[in-house]
């Protein structure tokens, strides 16, 4: 069973940056890839990014690809989302997820994702 705690949420200005961090325990980190989703108010939760189990690949939906980074640390047991260049349309909850690209992680699919965190709120005005 792997926990997961997400931190770094907050109220930011468009334009401004972000860096979320997600900390897992309880299982063993290195084996499950990562990814981040988010939830906007009335929508469906969406697939933001995704990093393989050792760092190597990555995937990000197309509408951050450029402005966020996400990386992760085996040793720390941590995954992060560096969000540069927020826009309005970033405000939702964020994610953190552990799971298998080979299922479909990187392509948002969320029943490859076997754990999820409780969500941070990210608000972006203008």
């Known amino acids: 069973q792997v926990q997961l705690v997400e931190s770094g949420g907050g109220l930011v200005q468009a334009g401004g940056s972000l860096r979320l961090s997600c900390a897992a325990s309880g299982g063993t980190f290195s084996t499950y890839d990562m990814g981040w989703f988010r939830q906007a108010p009335g929508k469906e939760r969406e697939f933001v990014a995704a990093?393989?189990?050792?760092?190597?690949?990555?995937s990000y939906v197309d509408s951050v690809k450029g402005r966020f980074t996400i990386s992760r640390d085996n040793v720390q047991n941590a995954v992060w989302l560096q969000m540069n260049g927020l826009k309005t349309e970033d405000t939702a909850v964020y994610y953190c997820a552990a799971g298998r690209w080979s299922a479909g992680l990187s392509r948002g699919n969320r029943a490859a994702v076997d754990y999820w965190g409780q969500g941070t709120q990210v608000t972006v005005s203008s």
């Open positions: 990093i393989t189990r050792l760092g190597i690949s990555t």
